[in-house]
């Protein structure tokens, strides 16, 4: 059975007030969270993939505080298997860097065929754990996808260009 793994993020609601702890990182207890939006687009591409037949067993993993176990329970909401999430203290304020590396670690010990990410977290807004961890994977990675298809062994990525006239590849 073929796996699919989509990582989400719990981000802090966008239109709350933020402060940050002492320790100069975001006070993440102190607002409401959610599912970030950008998150939630990549497990709907995933569900479509796993609708379109072949068997795909769907993990969600998220790496947080005790608040990200609400993004897994949104995302097995809309479907999927099942939910991973990895929390330790010492992940507490982790980098992008850090992230990736205990990311990429997860990913390979639940196995995967294909990983879906959104594409950044709309709390950083930064969009560089994905090729970091597919970097770590040795794997290739496809950004800024608008849609995805899945027949066989192939696997298809559209990419969308950007409305406005900069030539970027945006969604």
Do not use: N
């Amino acid at each position: 059975m073929p796996k699919l793994v989509v990582l989400v993020k719990f981000t802090p609601d966008l239109t709350s007030d933020r402060r940050f702890s002492e320790d100069g990182t975001l006070d993440r207890a102190a607002v409401p969270g959610r599912l970030s939006e950008l998150d939630e687009y990549a497990a709907e591409q995933a569900l479509r993939v796993v609708e379109s037949g072949s068997g795909w067993e769907l993990t969600y993993l998220s790496m947080g505080p005790a608040g990200a176990a609400e993004a897994l329970r949104k995302a097995l909401s809309m479907g999927g298997d099942a939910a991973v999430h990895v929390s330790d203290e010492a992940l507490h304020g982790s980098d992008a860097f850090g992230t990736s590396l205990v990311l990429a670690a997860a990913v390979e010990r639940i196995g995967f065929d294909l990983v879906v990410t959104g594409m950044a977290s709309t709390d950083a807004g930064m969009g560089v754990v994905p090729a970091l961890v597919a970097e770590r994977l040795g794997v290739p990675a496809v950004t800024y996808a608008g849609q995805l298809s899945v027949s066989g062994d192939v696997v298809e990525i559209v990419r969308r260009r950007c409305r406005r006239r900069c030539r970027r590849w945006c969604r």
